[in-house]
């Protein structure tokens, strides 16, 4: 004890870090050039007790050369223990003077003495600095730190500083008191110029020692703490660490967000940056058979599931069939009798009751064969399917369809009647032989017309309907925690909200993918029918060049395939009838077109599973649109960081994906930032609001995300549009009269991206 009560006056203070376990994991603390004076005072009582060989330079010892110190140590302890026995009186005398220093200057940096005139002085100055370099077991419970690694707690600091202060103004009372009292004793050392300005300020000589650290350091040292044991003995070595840059061709998921962002700032690219969202080796699509299919299987039998109970529709079995990539279509018969649906609400005078002047988008076609579509004049089959758009409301809709069936019964009962007066006539001769079906001229059919795209969104307005779909399961309904289009954070009509189809026969949904290839849910309410056609996403690119070879846009365009066409190419095509009660399930990707067979209504909504099928061909059309400049109704850079922020993902493909996705945005944000700062162009924050939608390009359609690109348009009112980079620089080359928002700063992104990890599977019971 009294060995340890010795060393204490002049020991560096004592700072409590937690270090990891020999052989684990090693922290890095950064100390920031903010912090290098707080450095300096930590590090003041090093620089004033040891001798830096010249030029400033350190080495550390080898183990030869410590284990020839700790010998000479060793001899050097045994000799003061034997001066020791003789000096009593000077070890009482440093005993009560080390207890009053202990209660006023407790935890602080010392300054040591300079040079003792005493030689009996000197003596016990060096039995205390040999001592703190040789201690023995008893002081491994206060193990010695080199400073303070956790400088960039405000807390630390301010604590530091207080005590710094008050050590300080300690001193000089002291020594006021000292020189009122007259001459200092003989023997006694005098105070250099640190003593008499407090601790907080150096001499000439320890400012010249400091000068590699006030001057040289980079702006943030990364300090690693290695520990080292030899014998009874344990040390800590700082040592600084240089920053990894990994070459951003090399950066993978498995990178943190830091690594991210060095790449990109070290790899200075000068041009525009641009890289798949996507990455083809995390691909989960299903592979295509090399060989043809036979003609008598290009009509496969639909998946069609029968529920006994309520129980079944709500079993994961069901979930896990309907998102199979193999199945592109299912249709669920009688879902809406097992769970109880009350499709009544959706009927036509349910409708004109709950709001009968609601708009109705109507589409004016002729009325055909389901197999077959014929141009204007009649003489052959064609793919474009036009028709002229209009509006109404509800209720006027409800009377065209209402005198439409009566029409047909009338014309049904008038017909039936005309087949009893006549009588039986020979069958008709044979055509000419050469004669095809397709030259004969088709006679025109009759015009119908076609209420669609009923918005069903409004819930003050809708209630009753849009509860009643609640009883769904999970999966299916319009709004789910598992439905990536519930984290848009914005209504889509028609894809996160309902909407109705009211229907004659003949009318037509012409074919086409979901917007973004997204999943979606069909009901039909009755009382009539509806045939549907679906083909697998697979063959979408030949069912394009259909199209294009017909000069029709298959993205954007009106057509309605001819099936011989898709027989000739083998492309199967699943053909089924959906009658009152139906659920169809659309799978993501999947081709199809409708026609109603009879009087019906249908709701339909699109849904978003988070699968990794769905994300990869949501994802797909996101950047295929872009290149054909069509608008992505779903803003997929959006939704993936809104899922990344809220959902627990626990499928591995699908969350690689997501990953990649962030990863991608990630680069995309910070290289056009760092190009827009070193071209002196000044951004300005601008953080988002609740509920505020994502931003498209007024003129490509592109989404923009983070960065946006803002001029104002002159007008009766000022307004504000956002462009993307590309279209800025169309209309000004150096961005002028452009304003450059950033909604997210990189720290947050960065935060989002690390946290966002695969989530651990919940244990089945």
């Not at 990894?244 to 940056?273: N, Q």
């Not at 299912?330 to 959706?346: D, E, P, Q």
Request: charged share 25%.
């Amino acid at each position: 004890e009294e060995e340890e009560e010795e060393e204490a006056p002049h020991s560096p203070p004592r700072v409590k870090v937690e270090m990891p376990p020999f052989g684990g994991d090693l922290k890095l603390t950064t100390i920031s050039q903010a912090s290098l004076a707080e450095l300096g005072r930590s590090c003041e009582v090093l620089l004033t007790r040891h001798t830096f060989p010249p030029g400033g330079a350190c080495r550390l010892k080898s183990e030869r050369e410590r284990e020839r110190e700790r010998e000479r140590e060793g001899s050097q302890k045994r000799e003061r223990e034997r001066e020791r026995e003789g000096s009593s009186s000077r070890r009482h005398q440093r005993r009560r003077e080390q207890k009053e220093r202990k209660k006023k200057h407790r935890k602080k940096e010392e300054v040591s003495l300079s040079s003792s005139s005493s030689s009996s002085s000197s003596s016990g100055s060096n039995r205390r600095h040999h001592h703190r370099d040789g201690k023995s077991h008893k002081d491994r419970r206060s193990r010695q730190v080199l400073g303070n690694l956790d400088l960039q707690s405000k807390e630390v600091r301010g604590r530091d500083k207080v005590k710094v202060e008050a050590g300080g103004s300690e001193r000089r009372k002291e020594e006021g008191g000292s020189g009122a009292g007259g001459p200092a004793p003989a023997g006694s050392s005098s105070v250099g110029p640190a003593k008499a300005t407090g601790t907080g300020s150096l001499g000439p000589a320890d400012l010249l020692k400091l000068k590699a650290l006030s001057d040289g350091p980079p702006k943030e040292l990364k300090i690693r703490l290695i520990k080292v044991e030899s014998g009874d003995r344990e040390t800590f070595i700082a040592s600084e660490v240089e920053e990894r840059r990994i070459p951003l061709a090399d950066i993978t998921i498995h990178h943190c967000a830091a690594d991210v962002v060095r790449a990109c700032k070290g790899a200075r690219i000068k041009s525009k940056f641009k890289e798949s969202y996507l990455l083809p080796a995390f691909s989960v699509k299903p592979c295509l058979g090399t060989e043809p299919i036979p003609r008598e299987k290009l009509n496969p039998p639909t998946p069609s599931i029968y529920l006994e109970s309520k129980r079944d529709a709500f079993s994961p079995v069901l979930l896990q069939f309907c998102t199979d990539s193999k199945n592109p279509i299912t249709v669920i018969r009688g879902l809406a009798g097992s769970l109880r649906l009350n499709l009544g609400l959706f009927s036509t005078k349910s409708l004109v009751e709950a709001n009968g002047e609601h708009s109705v988008e109507v589409r004016t076609q002729v009325q055909q064969q389901s197999d077959e579509n014929w141009d204007p004049s009649g003489s052959t089959q064609t793919w474009p399917c036009e028709s002229s758009r209009s509006h109404t409301t509800i209720a006027k809709y409800a009377q065209y369809q209402a005198s439409s069936f009566q029409e047909s019964l009338q014309e049904e009962k008038a017909s039936d009647e005309e087949e009893e007066e006549e009588e039986p006539v020979s069958a008709p001769e044979p055509p000419p032989s050469g004669s095809t079906g397709g030259a004969e001229q088709k006679p025109v059919g009759k015009i119908i017309k076609f209420g669609t795209n009923i918005d069903l969104s409004d819930p003050k307005r809708w209630k009753p309907q849009l509860q009643e779909l609640l009883k769904l399961p999970a999966f299916m309904r319009v709004s789910s925690s598992g439905n990536m289009l519930s984290h848009v954070g914005h209504t889509i009509l028609g894809m996160n909200t309902v909407q109705l189809y009211m229907k004659v026969p003949g009318s037509r949904t012409p074919g086409h993918q979901e917007n973004n290839n997204f999943c979606s849910v069909n009901i039909n309410i009755g009382p009539g029918d509806c045939e549907w056609f679906a083909v697998h996403d697979n063959y979408w690119e030949a069912i394009s060049n259909f199209c294009e070879k017909h000069g029709v846009d298959y993205l954007t365009g009106s057509w309605w395939p001819v099936l011989e066409d898709l027989y000739q190419s083998g492309i199967p095509v699943y053909r089924f009838v959906q009658r009152p009660g139906d659920l169809v399930w659309i799978n993501a990707g999947t081709v199809h077109w409708v026609q109603a067979v009879g009087w019906c209504n249908n709701i339909a909504w699109n849904v978003g599973p988070l699968n990794a099928y769905q994300y990869q061909l949501a994802m797909e059309r996101y950047e295929w649109n872009e290149v054909k400049k069509v608008k992505s109704i779903v803003p997929m850079i959006h939704v993936s960081w809104n899922i990344a922020r809220t959902v627990k993902v626990t499928d591995p493909d699908t969350f690689r994906m997501i990953k990649h996705c962030l990863l991608q945005s990630i680069k995309h944000s910070q290289i056009l930032r760092d190009q827009l700062v070193a071209s002196g162009k000044k951004i300005s924050y601008q953080s988002r609001v609740k509920d505020e939608p994502a931003y498209y390009c007024n003129e490509c359609d592109v989404e923009v995300y983070n960065l946006l690109f803002v001029t104002s348009e002159n007008g009766s009112r000022k307004t504000y549009v956002v462009h993307c980079e590309d279209c800025a620089r169309q209309r000004s080359a150096s961005l002028a009269n452009v304003v450059v928002l950033e909604q997210y700063k990189i720290e947050e992104l960065m935060s989002v991206y690390d946290s966002f990890t695969l989530a651990p599977t919940p244990n089945s019971r």
